[in-house]
């Protein structure tokens, strides 16, 4: 043993026993090795964020030097509590990898921090949406502005019902020295939408309400009496929030039915601007799924496609 410097474990079948834990003599064992100044170190290929918590469930925090995720893209020094190494593969040859296999039913996972992304449907998430798809999410940065464009196909051999809404959030305010309520939100022209008015008991319909406006003012009292601002009907091609230092953002909303402004709470630091082809329900609703207001059908084997900017002056 006096050769050994380091000795790295994986988990399942290795570290862990029948029951998915460390047992006392394996840690002993590993306690014994760093009394003789071996490092020690687990290597998986589970995310990195997971691994960290279940290494802490276990109780082998104190005794691990390090942690490689992700099947070594991820490099946690334990000692330093930080995190040492990131290798990350460039966009281009993840995109090159996926467009090679977008003729094959090839499914890929992405990781970040807790959350899973899928751009299949596996079993998971056919517990809660019981359909077969194919989803793309793209993003394309140039100068000041960012293009998000989505793909959904129905992979399944039946009619597949779903609403699409974006949920983007943004800092406001945006400079120091400014407040929420500095900020305004203009439409390309005056705009005469329908509003959604609904109670949040949900206890009956929502209503709508004739509107004339070209701006509306970034105010916590008007999303508090609302709890959201529901609007329907937009013709104008981007929404603008800007304060009065000059910056802000515009988001375009060309093709989207709806459009939502929200915030968390009174004193929240950012407003959500948010572009929908459906909603959710405000009330108890009789109709089922396939005919409920903004719900589409997309067919077997056929492709929605979507996209909005995001604008940053």
């Known amino acids: 043993m006096n050769d050994i410097k380091l000795i790295i474990s994986d988990l399942d079948g290795t570290l862990l026993n029948e029951e998915k834990l460390v047992s006392d003599a394996t840690k002993q064992a590993i306690e014994a090795c760093k009394n003789k100044g071996i490092y020690f170190g687990i290597a998986t290929g589970r995310p990195l964020e997971p691994s960290l918590e279940l290494v802490q469930e276990w109780g082998i925090d104190d005794l691990c030097d390090f942690v490689l995720a992700m099947n070594g893209a991820e490099l946690f020094d334990c000692k330093k509590k930080e995190k040492t190494c990131f290798f990350q593969i460039e966009p281009s040859v993840v995109k090159g990898i996926m467009d090679h296999f977008s003729n094959m039913k090839v499914r890929f996972y992405i990781f970040e921090d ?165 909603h959710a329900d405000f009330s108890e609703v009789k109709e089922d799924f396939y005919h409920r207001e903004g719900t589409m059908i997309l067919s077997p084997s056929k492709t929605f496609t979507t996209a909005y900017t995001i604008q940053v002056f």
């Open 114 to 278: 807790n959350t899973r992304y899928v751009n299949y449907s596996d079993e998971e998430t056919k517990k809660k949406y019981p359909f077969d798809f194919h989803y793309e999410v793209a993003y394309t940065l140039e100068d000041n502005q960012l293009t998000i464009a989505y793909r959904i196909t129905n992979t399944g051999t039946e009619e597949m019902p779903f609403t699409f809404g974006l949920h983007p959030g943004f800092n406001c305010p945006l400079c120091e020295g400014e407040s929420f309520e500095d900020y305004t939100l203009r439409f390309d022209h005056t705009e005469k939408m329908k509003q959604l008015i609904f109670d949040g008991e949900k206890k009956k319909p929502y209503a709508l309400a004739d509107v004339e406006l070209d701006h509306i003012p970034c105010s916590y009292d008007l999303i508090e009496k609302y709890l959201t601002l529901i609007y329907k009907g937009a013709k104008s091609s981007h929404l603008t929030l800007s304060g009065p230092k000059g910056h802000g953002v515009k988001i375009s909303i060309t093709g989207y039915p709806y459009l939502a402004i929200w915030t968390a709470k009174r004193g929240a630091p950012f407003i959500c601007l948010e572009p929908w082809y459906g």
